[in-house]
């Protein structure tokens, strides 16, 4: 990762209001989306990095690529969870495959 991508991290969490910050995690952490998930109805595309320190794939992506019916995972080796920053290139070309498809 540059320096630069790592100021820009870093000046967004600086941004956040510490009520704000604390309120969507605990939103984000303490509700169950199973029954919405179940829903989709649509073709589904689930991206995730596998070093994703902020939310671990064992909790997230793996669990949602079993409820979506018919979601394809696409797993990124090493990945956190910036990974559409530092893997641009590669969740961009994902991304325009799976619509092209």
């Not at 991508?5 to 199973?34: H, N």
């Not at 029954?35 to 990095?49: A, C, N, Q, S």
């Not at 696409?74 to 893997?87: E, L, P």
Request: net charge negative; hydrophobic share 40%; glycine share 6%.
């Amino acid at each position: 990762m540059s320096e630069g991508v790592r100021e820009q991290f870093w000046l967004q969490g600086m941004m956040a209001g510490m009520p704000a910050s604390y309120f969507c995690i605990k939103a984000f952490s303490e509700t169950d989306q199973t029954e919405d998930l179940k829903k989709f109805d649509v073709p589904t595309l689930i991206l995730h990095g596998d070093d994703d320190q902020i939310v671990p794939i064992e909790d997230s992506a793996l669990l949602s690529a079993k409820i979506v019916k018919g979601a394809t995972l696409k797993i990124y080796k090493g990945a956190s969870h910036g990974m559409c920053t530092t893997h641009k290139d590669q969740v961009n070309a994902d991304l325009l495959a799976f619509l092209k498809a």
